[in-house]
């Protein structure tokens, strides 16, 4: 089963080395990146909601971004019924405690600090996606 | 002596991007934007005095700092936090402007020349 891969972060730089990483997945993963994540919950709430029963979705979202930050954006997309149980992984520069135990009270599965070695941030990145693949309830 | 601090490792491109010109023109375009930005925000905090604005931006250029070793600008950003802690806005912070604009023009230049 394809994997939709949704990364939302303001940061070009970012985006760019996680499209390389999972270039590498041997597996299908459909990629797709939103740098606002207004567009980004434009986009998610205007999917046909079937569509999170019948394929898998994984979500990566920094937090530090403009006009609605990534809290905010998690907030929204956790109050939507359809995408509750769609696995969402925040990744930050922050190795802040606090944006950690926000991120998680507010419904994120997981909170990743963003490796500062290109290697270790890619291997990162696969690794979640793996994980995730294989623990997906919907 | 001092150090020598790099402006950027295009090593570390190169061994990314595996001869791909298009991804290689896609990140270098996304570092000089990164850096852009970075100056932008960061000349506003300094302008307007607002640690927040400053703190923003020092967090959004972290990863590409560090992936991309943009050790020179890291150095001087890490100067500058430390003097803002210290001593606000008042002692130093002209030097610090000059030479934190210094360093974001000499990574430009460079990734510039580099294409």
Not at chain 2, 5 to 28: A, G, H, S, T, W
Request: charged share 25%.
């Amino acid at each position: 089963m394809c994997i939709n891969l949704v990364v939302v972060d303001d940061s070009d730089v970012d985006i760019l080395i996680i499209e390389d990483a999972i270039s590498d997945i041997s597996y299908p993963i459909n990629f797709k990146s939103f740098s606002h994540p207004e567009k980004f919950l434009n986009y998610i709430e205007g999917i046909n909601p079937e569509i999170f029963q019948m394929e898998k979705f994984i979500i990566i979202s920094d937090i530090n971004m403009p006009k609605i930050n990534g809290f905010e954006m998690l907030e929204r997309i956790r109050a939507n019924a359809h995408l509750a149980l769609v696995p969402i992984i925040m990744f930050s520069s922050s190795s802040s405690h606090s944006d950690a135990f926000k991120s998680l009270s507010l419904g994120a599965n997981a909170y990743l600090t963003k490796p500062l070695q290109i290697d270790a941030y890619q291997q990162l990145i696969c690794a979640t996606i793996e994980f995730w693949r294989h623990h997906h309830h919907s | 002596m001092e150090k020598k601090y790099k402006n950027i490792d295009f090593k570390k491109i190169e061994e990314m991007v595996e001869d791909d010109m298009v991804f290689r023109n896609q990140l270098l375009d996304a570092i000089q934007v990164a850096v852009e930005e970075l100056r932008t925000a960061y000349i506003r905090g300094i302008e307007e005095e607002s640690l927040p604005t400053i703190k923003q931006a020092r967090h959004k250029i972290k990863p590409t700092l560090g992936l991309f070793d943009l050790e020179k600008l890291a150095v001087i950003i890490g100067n500058g936090k430390r003097l803002m802690l210290e001593k606000g806005f008042a002692d130093g912070i002209e030097t610090h402007k000059k030479e934190f604009l210094e360093a974001t023009n000499d990574v430009l230049e460079e990734v510039k020349a580099y294409r």
